[in-house]
């Protein structure tokens, strides 16, 4: 049981961590989107989209990353929801 608790708590902490890289990917996208809307007639509009696709790309991928650690996080939830019902 205890190791399922410590289990647990690291799912919640790595949660925390990919919610907060995605928070950052999406405050990066306003900050370039704004960067190209400023200078959009003095950069080279394709490498700016380029870089705009890389970064949400990566939010993207730790989304996903979010969705399978909240997926086992949900399993081991249950798993401990059980063993403490046959506990008592």
Known sequence: MQDNLIKYDQFL???????QRIGVCKEFIEVLLKYISGKSDSIHILTAEDIVNAVHA????????????????????NKIKNLEANCD
Do not use: F, P, Y
């Open 13 to 19: 902490a790595e949660e925390n961590v990919l919610i």
């Open 58 to 77: 990566m939010s993207q991928d730790l989304d996903t990353e979010l969705l399978h650690v909240r997926l086992e996080k949900s399993l081991l939830e």
